[in-house]
Structure formats: C-alpha cells, structure tokens
C-alpha cells in the first residue's frame, strides 16, 4: 500500500504539468458564468496572454486578455475602440475601468489594476443584462487576481 502511495504522488506532478492553465481564472469559474462545462485555449505571447473559455456543445465564449507590457492606458485605447456604443465607467473594477458591447451578443468589460490592462469579452445567447452582469463578474474576478 505505501509503494501505491508513492507512486501515484510522484506521477501527480506531471499530470498537472499536463494541464492547460488560465494565470487569472479557473475553469470551474470560467464554468459557473457560461452556465455549463467549458474548454480552455490559453495563448502567452510576450507580455500577452490570452485565455478562451468556450462551453461545451454551445457558442457561449469568455475570453480573457492581460497585457503586463507596454504602455496599459494605450492597450485599453485600443480595447474602448472595439466598442459598438458608448463606453460606461465602471468605478468599483481597477482603474480607467468601461463596460459596452462589442456587438448584440457580446459585452466587453476593460480596465487596468497597476501597470496590467485587461480585456472581458463574453458571448452567448443570454438575454443582454445577464450578459452585462456576467462580463462585470469576470471583470471583478480577473482585476482582483491581477491586484
């Protein structure tokens, strides 16, 4: 029994090493907005990285974007002109803080917490408040995991 024991515990660390991971949210989380199982595409490129979480069997998206280089108050520049309608600040979600939508099925949260900016973009056929309130949770999850 005790031979069992050390050999699952040493094969643990490579099955983690395995595993795709989001530095800013996990899948359970990631989950509990799409409202269902998600997989998960993580990108690192440079001071960039990228995760999209899209639940199984459905379009639902949420795609998340830090930048941890460059200039942040350009990068959110960038991600407000990515806007269908006027921006509205949102106070209590890092700095320079917005939420709009990018289009009728997606909403979009940007901000920055220190010298990181970040970019929520959530899709899916929810009624459009739900989808607001959706993209603001994962806004104040992912600026409290940067903080």
């Excluded at 709009?100 to 929810?126: D, K, M, P």
Aim: charged share 20%; proline share 5%.
């Amino acid at each position: 029994m005790r031979r069992l024991i050390l050999l699952v515990a040493a094969c643990l660390p490579g099955l983690a090493a395995d595993q795709t991971i989001c530095p800013v949210m996990n899948a359970a989380t990631a989950g509990g907005l799409l409202e269902g199982p998600t997989d998960l595409a993580v990108t690192k490129t440079g001071g960039v990285a990228s995760c999209e979480f899209t639940r199984r069997n459905s379009t639902a998206k949420l795609q998340i974007e830090v930048v941890t280089m460059g200039e942040p108050r350009a990068e959110l520049a960038a991600y407000k002109a990515q806007c269908a309608g006027p921006a509205d600040p949102i106070k209590s979600i890092g700095t320079d803080a917005v939420a709009c939508s990018s289009n009728r099925t997606t909403q979009q949260v940007t901000g920055r917490v220190r010298n990181e900016a970040f970019l929520i973009r959530i899709s899916g056929a929810f009624p459009p408040d739900a989808l607001r309130k959706k993209a603001l949770s994962a806004a104040e999850l992912v600026a409290g995991n940067l903080f």
